[in-house]
Structures are given as C-alpha cells and as structure tokens.
C-alpha cells in the first residue's frame, strides 16, 4: 500500500486526476491525504468536492480556509464576491449533503505508523502533538454540531493571536481554526502574525511557524500546504506541498510510506481560474 498527500486542489481536479494517474494510484490498496483548499478559486470545485468525497476510505483530507469560506457563504454568513468561483456549488443539487460531508472533515489527521501529521496551515509554536490534537477535536466537534452555524458567525477574526490554554468558547476555536487554516508567520515569540504574506524574505521580524524558536512539535514530521509562495519545500521535518497549481504552476504529491519521496505534474492551460 503506497500513501501519498497532495497539496491544494484548490478546484483544480484535472490536475489531480493527471497526478493520480501518473502515481498510478490504486483506490482499493493506496491511500490518499489531501491538505485542504479542496475548493476555490479554480473551475472545477463542484467536481472536486464530489470525486473527493467519493474515493471513501481511500481518502483523508483535512479542512482548510477556503472549505471554511465555502460553508460560511452556503450559510448566508459570509458575502459571496467575484472571487469566489463556487456558484456551480451554491445551485448544485447535492449542495446539502455535500456541506454536511465537508464540515465533517477534521482540522489535524495524525498516523503515528508513518510517522507523519497533517494539517492545512500550521500549528501553534506553544503546542505539541497531544495539545493540537486535543484543540483539533474541539472544534471538530463544534462543526460537525447542529449549532455550527453560530460558531461559523463568530469565527472570523484576528484575535487572539498568542495561546491562552484557560481561554474557553468563541475565542478558543478562533485560534485554533487560525492556526490550522490560516497560519503563515509568527514573531520571534510565537504571536500569530495573519497578515503577512508572501515569501519569508519579505517579512522582517517575522518567521515561518516552523521557524519559530523553541516551537514544541519540533521534530513531528508534518505535511502542509497553504502557502503557494513557499511552493513545494522541505526544511527539518516539515514539508509544504502547495505548489501553486491554481495560479498555473503544478500540483505536487510526497510519497508517505518509506522514505519520503516527491511527484508533481504541470497544471493544464485550463486550471488558472478565469
């Protein structure tokens, strides 16, 4: 059994297939980790969000900040705006179940037989694998609740930016959801910095999450995505697998199971959104 993750679909699912069929993925023996941003900006999302939730079993994907948008928009919570190429799902008749399937989707997944987590963005500099995993089922819990939609409402929002482990409700899940679904930059101290973009060298005073001194999870292996400017890269025990297929360069995968290994395919004409 052979185990890959791929970075954001982002809507691109021509992609996708062309990157299984060259892993020649077998959905009855392999398994498939997906980082999240299955959806949005490119031209296939409705596509993707069905193919995804089809493979089953052969598949675990975590949620990132574009599947979050989609949900709070679906909720009449969130404007839906020129950017947003999700108007085939809003009319879509499975629509329904399609959003109840999604909200579902956990923020972390954690194999502790390959050795390898996985979260959409980052995790918090202050938390270590039993810490993310914990904050990680809490709001998992919220989003997969009848209540979800009151959560979605208050979600939104910068702060807190720092870790406060007695802080509890709204505030609590605000963080956490931006750490796993937004994260890029931290200070030198660990305080999330949302704002900031782009590559690390554009940032002074500021550092990639996984360069952050004294972060906890250091030495967990973790794949990610999020970060198209990062692109595919691999420092220490990280590895970002967002390799910008949406904005017309390519989707990338990484081998699992053994020594870890790199695939990638260009994205086609047809993926860049319109």
Same mark, same amino acid.
């Given at each position: 059994?052979? *185990?890959?993750?791929?970075?954001?679909?982002?809507?691109?699912?021509?992609?996708?297939?062309?990157?299984?069929?060259?892993?020649?993925?077998?959905?009855?023996?392999?398994?498939?980790?997906? *980082?999240?941003?299955?959806?949005?900006?490119?031209?296939?999302?409705?596509?993707?969000?069905?193919?995804?939730?089809?493979?089953?079993?052969?598949?675990?994907? *975590?949620?990132?900040?574009?599947?979050?948008?989609?949900?709070?928009?679906?909720?009449?919570?969130?404007?839906?705006?020129?950017?947003?190429?999700?108007?085939?799902?809003?009319?879509?008749?499975?629509?329904?179940?399609?959003?109840?399937?999604?909200?579902?989707?956990?923020?972390?997944?954690?194999?502790?037989?390959?050795?390898?987590?996985? #979260?959409?963005?980052?995790?918090?500099?202050?938390?270590?694998?039993?810490?993310?995993?914990?904050?990680?089922?809490?709001?998992?819990?919220?989003?997969?609740?009848?209540?979800?939609?009151?959560?979605?409402?208050?979600?939104?929002?910068?702060?807190?930016?720092?870790?406060?482990?007695?802080?509890?409700?709204?505030?609590?899940?605000?963080?956490?959801?931006?750490?796993?679904?937004?994260?890029?930059?931290?200070?030198?101290?660990?305080?999330?910095?949302?704002?900031?973009?782009?590559?690390?060298?554009?940032?002074?005073?500021? #550092?990639?999450?996984?360069?952050?001194?004294?972060?906890?999870?250091?030495?967990?292996?973790?794949?990610?995505?999020?970060?198209?400017?990062?692109?595919?890269?691999?420092?220490?025990?990280?590895?970002?697998?967002?390799?910008?297929?949406?904005?017309?360069?390519?989707?990338?995968?990484?081998?699992?199971?053994?020594?870890?290994?790199?695939?990638?395919?260009?994205?086609?004409?047809?993926?860049?959104?319109?």
């Amino acid at each position: 059994m052979a *185990v890959y993750a791929i970075g954001d679909l982002q809507g691109c699912l021509s992609s996708l297939q062309k990157l299984l069929d060259r892993l020649a993925f077998d959905t009855a023996a392999d398994r498939l980790w997906l *980082v999240g941003d299955l959806v949005n900006p490119g031209p296939q999302s409705l596509e993707t969000l069905r193919f995804v939730r089809d493979l089953g079993d052969a598949v675990t994907t *975590v949620l990132g900040n574009h599947d979050l948008h989609l949900l709070a928009i679906a909720q009449g919570l969130r404007p839906h705006t020129d950017k947003d190429n999700i108007t085939d799902i809003l009319a879509a008749p499975d629509r329904d179940e399609l959003f109840d399937w999604l909200r579902r989707q956990p923020l972390l997944h954690h194999d502790p037989g390959l050795g390898f987590t996985m #979260v959409h963005a980052g995790l918090a500099p202050d938390w270590d694998l039993v810490t993310a995993q914990r904050c990680a089922r809490e709001v998992e819990t919220v989003l997969a609740s009848d209540d979800y939609r009151g959560f979605i409402a208050e979600m939104y929002g910068d702060e807190p930016d720092y870790w406060q482990a007695d802080v509890k409700g709204v505030e609590r899940w605000r963080y956490i959801v931006n750490c796993f679904t937004r994260l890029r930059f931290c200070d030198s101290s660990g305080r999330l910095a949302l704002k900031a973009k782009g590559a690390p060298e554009q940032h002074a005073g500021l #550092v990639p999450w996984f360069r952050v001194p004294g972060r906890r999870h250091a030495g967990l292996r973790i794949v990610f995505g999020h970060w198209s400017t990062l692109g595919a890269h691999h420092e220490d025990d990280v590895y970002c697998l967002d390799s910008g297929c949406v904005w017309g360069r390519s989707m990338t995968a990484l081998r699992l199971d053994g020594a870890p290994e790199w695939f990638s395919v260009p994205c086609p004409q047809a993926c860049p959104p319109t």
